[in-house]
């Protein structure tokens, strides 16, 4: 027996058509999206979807983001960019129809915050003050924002969604605010001798909790010394993994010329091979 389906949209759906007027394209991505949730003619997955089952796709997008910047693909980040808004609409649509807010207030807000953080631009004060006092202006603002949403605490309003190498960082930082830090690299150095003393010992045990718990003390205070050394942690270890695929790919590309793959090889014998093409780019 055929398999029910529900009708396609006609070509002449209204959220297909093009708007001279609207230059953004914004007004029909919102139709898009709007027909895509219609609880009657609109897409089954799109129907089910919440915003806990939509963050993680919103996170994911603004990753390809990054990492077309980071590749310079700049043919790729339109669309990348495009996906990444899709997930801003897509949020609003779910509150649209919540009666929570739409996408007109979604731009509202950041517009509103933009004007507010930046008076020097549109505000009274004077453009002539540098990057650092204007960082330490912005934070000032923030402060006064938390405190308007009843944020008392130092660490409250670091969000729990941000990757944990660079909410770690985030904690330390507001920390530091108050003089809760280590003098300098020296002081975290000594730490992580100690917390890796303490990994050690863990491991010759036999509880695997507390085995992960000296894990991520250990993975804290790297980002703490990454922080002290002006580094970002995120863009060190994303560095870290492009430099072990380029490395990788090496040894596949010379197993490869051989008719082999790495699977036909051994540690040695890759471990050799990763040895030439460290050379090769030191070289």
């Given at each position: 027996?055929?398999?029910?389906?529900?009708?396609?949209?006609?070509?002449?759906?209204?959220?297909?058509?093009?708007?001279?007027?609207?230059?953004?394209?914004?007004?029909?991505?919102?139709?898009?999206?709007?027909?895509?949730?219609?609880?009657?003619?609109?897409?089954?997955?799109?129907?089910e979807q919440d915003f806990a089952s939509i963050a993680p796709y919103t996170i994911e997008e603004a990753h390809e983001v990054a990492d077309a910047i980071a590749r310079e693909a700049w043919d790729?980040?339109?669309?990348?960019?495009?996906?990444?808004?899709?997930?801003?609409?897509?949020?609003?649509?779910?509150?649209?129809?919540?009666?929570?807010?739409?996408?007109?207030?979604?731009?509202?807000?950041?517009?509103?915050?933009?004007?507010?953080?930046?008076?020097?631009?549109?505000?009274?004060?004077?453009?002539?003050?540098?990057?650092?006092?204007?960082?330490?202006?912005?934070?000032?603002?923030?402060?006064?924002?938390?405190?308007?949403?009843?944020?008392?605490?130092?660490?409250?309003?670091?969000?729990?969604?941000?990757?944990?190498?660079?909410?770690a960082v985030k904690l330390q930082n507001r920390a530091a605010r108050v003089g809760f830090d280590w003098p300098g690299p020296a002081e975290v150095l000594d730490k992580i001798t100690e917390e890796?003393?303490?990994?050690?010992?863990?491991?010759?045990?036999?509880?695997?909790?507390?085995?992960?718990?000296?894990?991520?003390?250990?993975?804290?205070?790297?980002?703490?010394?990454?922080?002290?050394?002006?580094?970002?942690?995120?863009?060190?270890?994303?560095?870290?993994?492009?430099?072990?695929?380029?490395?990788?790919?090496?040894?596949?590309?010379?197993?490869?010329?051989?008719?082999?793959?790495?699977?036909?090889?051994?540690?040695?014998?890759?471990?050799?091979?990763?040895?030439?093409?460290?050379?090769?780019?030191?070289?």
């Amino acid at each position: 027996m055929a398999e029910d389906k529900a009708p396609h949209p006609a070509p002449d759906h209204p959220a297909l058509a093009r708007d001279a007027t609207d230059r953004t394209g914004i007004r029909r991505l919102l139709a898009i999206m709007a027909a895509l949730r219609d609880p009657q003619t609109g897409c089954p997955w799109d129907i089910e979807q919440d915003f806990a089952s939509i963050a993680p796709y919103t996170i994911e997008e603004a990753h390809e983001v990054a990492d077309a910047i980071a590749r310079e693909a700049w043919d790729e980040l339109p669309g990348e960019l495009g996906d990444l808004l899709l997930q801003v609409v897509f949020h609003a649509q779910m509150a649209a129809e919540a009666g929570m807010f739409d996408f007109a207030d979604v731009v509202e807000k950041i517009s509103d915050k933009m004007i507010d953080r930046h008076p020097h631009i549109f505000g009274n004060e004077s453009r002539d003050k540098s990057a650092a006092q204007q960082i330490r202006d912005w934070e000032a603002i923030k402060a006064r924002e938390r405190a308007a949403k009843a944020e008392r605490g130092v660490l409250d309003g670091v969000a729990l969604g941000l990757p944990a190498l660079t909410r770690a960082v985030k904690l330390q930082n507001r920390a530091a605010r108050v003089g809760f830090d280590w003098p300098g690299p020296a002081e975290v150095l000594d730490k992580i001798t100690e917390e890796s003393r303490e990994l050690v010992e863990a491991r010759g045990g036999s509880d695997h909790a507390h085995l992960t718990e000296e894990f991520g003390d250990l993975m804290f205070v790297m980002a703490n010394l990454a922080r002290h050394l002006e580094i970002d942690p995120e863009e060190a270890l994303r560095l870290a993994n492009a430099k072990f695929t380029r490395r990788f790919r090496a040894i596949e590309a010379a197993l490869a010329a051989q008719g082999r793959r790495p699977e036909d090889s051994d540690l040695a014998e890759m471990d050799a091979l990763w040895n030439e093409a460290k050379a090769a780019e030191r070289a």
